[in-house]
């Protein structure tokens, strides 16, 4: 799943009336993290908001207030959920970018960016299953890998609430074959 692929479905839940009527235009969406729903792998997105200082490199951020959930399929049924009220909302969360790429050109964070998409891809097929290859393991360490470097420490603790039981299965690494 390269990068592209994942920026063509999330504008095609932007243009879904669920996301439409509550989410604004201007909202920013993070990667997206795999949950486990049942016996079904969804992705889901934080809504979150950017304050830029023109005046700073970095960027804050404002904790996420809802998540955009649905399956990769030609026609996703979408669910958008509220986790926080407006008023929880003023004290910035963080700032971006993370601290293992603030040094690295655009061209690498690029780069990185499109091998991480490609490494949500390839776990899909086996998230939450209880036994996975060797091969599927190292994937899956990878995977890790790049999501603590690329995702800023404070907004990782927003992922986990979003997909426990996907970040559980990822933490105690499933068995191997």
Known sequence: MTKEIL???????????????SVPFEAKWSYPIPTIKGNQVLLRFLIYSLEVAPEKPKIKFYPPYKYVEAAIVTDPKVS???????????EPLGE?????????????IDQLHEDFYSLIEKILPFI????????????????????????????????????PEFFQWMDRGPPLQ
């Open 128 to 163: 939450g299953k209880q036994q996975i290859s060797q091969q599927d393991t190292e994937v899956v360490q990878k995977y890790r890998r790049y999501f603590d470097l690329l995702v800023e420490p404070e907004m990782q603790v927003e992922y986990r609430k979003i997909s």
């Open 96 to 108: 971006t970018p993370p601290p293992g790429i603030r040094d690295l050109s655009y061209e690498q």
């Open 7 to 21: 920026q063509d479905f999330r504008r095609q839940l932007r243009r879904t009336p669920e996301v439409r009527s």
């Open 80 to 90: 958008v959920t509220r986790i926080r009220k407006p008023e929880e909302l003023t």
